[in-house]
């Protein structure tokens, strides 16, 4: 959920265009755009704190016998629906493997390839400080 969670909505339609198609899926809860709070701790372990207030989009769909839900950052309606959908089809022992290949793996590849990508842009930039001693 994860990797749907951070892949843009057009990014899983074009994965999900080399897959069979799927049966009509029903809402159980439409797209829906609101807020949550954010909450922090400074250093990692001090005491909670209130961050901020966040946009989440979340859905809630039924494919067949199973339901497939998706909390997504922002308010890309249709992310969130995809993702849902996708959660459904992951579930059904049939589909899982179709869509763990076809959709899943190619996304953590790219959502890895752009993580590694920054990595070495940050790299780039460190400063290494060497520090003399004296010697008595």
Sequence with gaps: MAVLARAGAAEITDLLAALPVLPAFEHLRPPETGLVMVR???????SAFN???????RCAVRLGDVVGHAYVA???KRQAELAALVDAALQDPAR???FID?????LAARQQA???AEARRAAATRVDFLTMQTTR
Aim: no cysteine; charged share 30%.
């Design 114 to 116: 752009a993580r590694d």
């Design 51 to 57: 961050l901020g207030e966040m946009t989440v989009t």
């Design 96 to 98: 899982r493997n179709a």
């Design 40 to 46: 922090g701790r400074a250093g990692g372990d001090g």
């Design 74 to 76: 922002g308010r890309d």
């Design 102 to 106: 076809g959709v899943i793996a190619p």
